[in-house]
Nanobody, 112 residues
């Protein structure tokens, strides 16, 4: 059973930073596709960043230059570093693994 688990959400002021992490028991991130998505209240879930199995990444225009996805293969963790946070970044953030598996989400709230 593969289960991604997100950690690191919280409350931060606008302009601040947070780092989310995603750990996946039962499988390895290395060589597999992984993405971060988010869903704000009343809105559809949207892509934040997607990293293909070859390491190539696609970022949503709204987060380019502010968010960075990275992978620690030794610890089997994927990170989402979020800088210069804005109130519109407030959402539940989800880790998505191998095109199939979703984590339970972690809340990020950015106050103005």
């Amino acid at each position: 059973q593969v289960q991604p688990v997100e950690l690191g959400g919280g409350l931060v002021q606008a302009g601040g930073s947070l780092r989310l992490s995603c750990a996946a028991s039962g499988s390895t991130f290395k060589g597999n596709a992984v993405g971060w998505y988010r869903q704000a209240p009343g809105k559809q879930r949207e892509l934040v960043v997607f990293m293909r199995s070859n390491g190539n990444t696609n970022y949503a225009d709204s987060v380019k230059g502010r968010f960075t996805i990275s992978q620690d293969s030794a610890r089997n963790i994927v990170y989402l570093q979020m800088n210069s946070l804005k109130p519109e970044d407030t959402a539940v953030y989800y880790c998505h693994f191998k095109y199939v598996y979703w984590g339970q989400g972690t809340q990020v709230t950015v106050s103005s």
